[in-house]
């Protein structure tokens, strides 16, 4: 199956929706639905290579545009919307694809939408989280985590040591108000893009491998729906 393109209604306005399924003979699911960054897209360089890997893993991968992006705006939607926005690409993607198991997540921004769904009880087998915007950059005391004692699904969350939007301390610190399984998975030296220097000895796309690597064990261990 080759990829396919949707425009899918939230409100009155529409999106674009592509989803790719993985490139294993038979592997199409699992899905994940996942969501731009707030200064980037569903086709900048970063969201490409993300479903790139995890395709070559065998998983499907569902891109999008927020409203804001598809209207060609740079500021973006109030969160209500962007949760308003994932949510109707959820419910296309379950038309469409019938998924074994289904992820909602993304980068950044794209992320935290899904986790404030997961906070209200949105129905998906998981939440992956690439690079949590805990907070600001310079701005530490401004968290972002009073939703996240509410989530109950599965959680995987990547986040680099050199991101300046998730300070390591702070963001174990409020995992100890978590009960949700969540699995917390370091990516030493890598920054908020997942951009690691040269004298790390690895390289980027090596880091987006290993994410891709370890997200499909860990979607092989979710229950099926």
């Known amino acids: 199956m080759s990829a396919v393109e949707w425009k899918v209604a939230v409100g009155v306005e529409g ?3 592509v989803y790719e399924p993985g490139t294993r003979e038979g592997a199409t699911l699992p899905v994940f639905v996942c969501a731009h960054g ?6 900048d360089r970063g969201m490409l290579a993300t479903a790139n890997a995890f395709r070559q ?6 891109r999008f545009n927020f409203l804001y992006k598809e209207r060609g705006r740079g500021r973006p939607d109030p969160m209500p919307v962007l949760m308003e926005t994932t949510a109707a690409v959820v419910a296309r993607v379950r038309e469409e694809i019938y998924p074994d198991r289904l992820v ?3 980068r950044s921004m794209g992320g935290r939408a899904a ?6 009880g ?5 939440l992956l989280l690439l690079a949590y915007p805990l907070h600001p950059a310079g701005q530490p005391e401004k968290l972002r985590d009073a939703h996240l004692p509410k989530i109950r699904m599965p959680v995987l969350a990547f986040s680099g040591t050199r991101d300046a939007l998730c300070t390591r301390d702070l963001m ?15 990516i030493d030296g890598a920054d908020h893009s997942f951009h690691v220097l040269k004298s790390s000895g690895t390289n980027d796309a090596a880091v987006m491998d290993r994410i891709a690597t370890t997200s499909a064990a860990w979607l092989e261990r979710l229950p099926t729906t």
């Open 15 to 17: 999106t674009t929706v």
């Open 38 to 43: 707030a200064g980037g897209s569903m086709s």
């Open 57 to 62: 893993h065998g998983i499907g991968v569902v």
């Open 104 to 106: 909602i997540g993304g």
């Open 115 to 120: 986790s404030m769904l997961a906070a209200e």
């Open 122 to 126: 949105f129905a998906a087998d998981g």
């Open 172 to 186: 174990e610190r409020a995992l100890e108000t978590v009960t949700a399984p969540w699995d917390m998975q370091w």
